[in-house]
């Protein structure tokens, strides 16, 4: 039997994270890196992950990824047997959603399994993000959805936990040089410091989940419109907002810099925080204008140590 396959694209936030945890909108991209999985039927008679070359098995109580392929296989609750083996091109706790590209691709997989094997006659889309949602849970707790759909869908759009995505029509692609620290954290122990944060401070809460709400807005409009120099300045302005609620880490304010100086029209984490991954916008309108724009950005990043690369938003 061919094995059946399953890929999912990676993410960038581009204004809103650590909020949308709390209620409030934020914007999400798809990225061209994700990850992939291939299912075949399990020789051994009992599933198994495998990851990086590592054997995960659902049963075990050994690493959260035993845990969250058990949730996620708990979502088919008819599949036989599967020997799956997955792969992920995103730097894991990197703020690329990673490990929701992983969720999403190894349901894809198996949802094709599973139809073409008969133990289901037709999996659906919220099947999907349901298995990648019961996978995300264990690595992050209290997850706002924004990762496992952004994995699914790709493109561009507007989300809320209460109304989940709504495409947005750019005017046109845009063009990010996104920059890793090369350094991560886990985005359960940020999301759990931002919480702890609004608890004990309720007035830090009061106003920085308004104020994010309306740069989200406003940069659903400048996207809409095709309005680069006004999103740079909200992604500037969201960037603010993150470190006063303490997500934010000298690597990444230093890269943000950077990059402004570099000529990038605005520059902010992306993701969780606390290291990870940043995003820095080019003022491009073509693929010849982006590779234009970005080299001096990537190449004030290498020069200190930092990696990047190019990225479109379509
Ligand atoms: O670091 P990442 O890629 O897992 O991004 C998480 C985004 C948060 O808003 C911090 C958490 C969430 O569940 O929305």
Redesign the pocket.
């Known amino acids: 039997m061919t094995p059946a396959r399953g890929a999912a694209c990676g993410k960038v936030?581009l204004l809103g994270?650590?909020a949308?945890?709390h209620g409030t909108p934020a914007i999400a991209a798809g990225i061209e890196r994700g990850a992939e999985a291939t299912v075949i039927p399990a020789p051994e008679g009992r599933s198994s992950l495998h990851l990086a070359g590592i054997e995960h098995l659902p049963g075990e109580a050994k690493t959260p990824l035993c845990h969250a392929f058990a949730a996620l296989l708990a979502t088919f609750p008819d599949l036989p047997p599967v020997r799956i083996t997955a792969e992920s091109r995103l730097l894991p706790g990197g703020?690329?959603?990673s490990s929701a590209a992983l969720g999403v691709a190894i349901a894809r997989a198996a949802a094709t399994f599973a139809t073409s094997t008969g133990s289901a006659t037709s999996v659906d889309a919220a099947q999907i993000l349901a298995a990648a949602g019961a996978w995300e849970r264990v690595f992050?707790g209290n997850?706002?959805g924004?990762?496992t759909t952004a994995a699914a869908l790709g493109g561009c759009f507007l989300y809320t936990r209460a109304e989940g995505a709504s495409p947005l029509a750019l005017r046109h692609d845009v063009w990010l040089a996104v920059g890793s620290t090369g350094t991560s954290a886990s985005?359960k122990s940020?999301?759990e410091s931002v919480a702890r944060l609004f608890e004990r401070k309720p007035e830090v809460r009061d106003h920085t989940l308004p104020a994010i709400t309306a740069l989200v807005r406003n940069a659903a409009l400048a996207l809409e419109a095709g309005d680069l120099k006004g999103l740079g300045h909200l992604l500037d302005l969201n960037q603010m907002l993150l470190a006063g609620i303490f997500v934010s880490t000298e690597d990444l304010e230093r890269m943000c810099l950077l990059a402004r100086e570099a000529g990038a029209l605005g520059a902010k984490l992306t993701?969780?925080g606390g290291g990870?991954s940043l995003i820095a916008l080019l003022d491009a309108r073509s693929d010849d204008d982006a590779a234009r724009a970005a080299a001096p950005v990537l190449a004030a990043w290498r020069a200190a140590g930092y990696d990047g690369q190019l990225a479109r938003i379509s």
Do not use: K, R
């Open positions: 936030i994270e650590h949308v945890v703020g690329l959603g992050h997850p706002s924004i990762d985005t940020m999301v993701g969780a990870g």
